[in-house]
């Protein structure tokens, strides 16, 4: 009786520890940023949405979704503005997506691999980023790049790439 009473706490405390580290992680607001630049055109999104599920200690047990809305696109010019929404089929396809299928630590921060969803099209993506740990609060700052024409996105004046900029601020939650 003991050792079916010892064996049921060591899993139970293995299992509590296996929840206790990671740590779920809330975006502030508008304070996230979002931009993208490429051949004659940069901007920014607005609105990030994400679900974060991110321990620095253990980056392989992550995961990370979020969302953009494609009509908060803004390149300060109206023109180029209604180019890119137009692009990216924002009347259709009102959000961008992504979610990890893992991410692990590489060099100085992390990677996540992961599935990015685009005009109806998913095709496969690495986000590399850091992590800034501020105790109940932090930074993650990432950068990809992405061919537009993987996901349909080949418009007159389309850039065969974007570089993509994250800076998203995050509390414990």
């Known amino acids: 009786m003991k050792k079916i009473i010892f064996s049921a706490l060591i ?22 940023q979002v931009t993208f ?8 999104f607005s609105g990030l949405k994400a679900e974060i599920s991110f321990d620095k200690d253990h980056p392989e047990a992550a995961k990370i979704s979020a969302t953009i809305d494609v009509t ?7 023109i180029k ?11 259709d396809y009102p959000t961008i997506k992504f979610e990890s299928t893992s991410v692990s630590k590489s060099g100085n921060g992390y990677v996540a691999n992961g ?8 095709n496969p993506e690495s986000i590399h980023f850091t992590f800034e740990d501020k105790g109940n609060e932090g930074v993650f700052k990432g950068d990809f790049k992405v061919l537009p024409p993987k996901y349909g996105i080949d418009r007159s ?13 995050v509390s414990k939650g």
């Open 81 to 91: 503005t209604s180019h890119v929404k137009s692009a990216l089929g924002a009347d």
């Open 115 to 122: 599935k990015l969803t685009m005009k109806g099209k998913t």
């Open 157 to 169: 004046g389309t850039p065969p790439e974007v570089t993509i900029h994250l800076t998203v601020p």
């Open 72 to 78: 908060t696109a803004a390149t300060g010019f109206f």
């Open 11 to 32: 899993v139970a405390f293995t299992a509590f520890s296996a929840f206790a580290i990671f740590s779920n992680w809330k975006v502030k607001g508008d304070e996230a």
């Open 37 to 44: 630049e490429g051949h004659r055109v940069s901007g920014s």
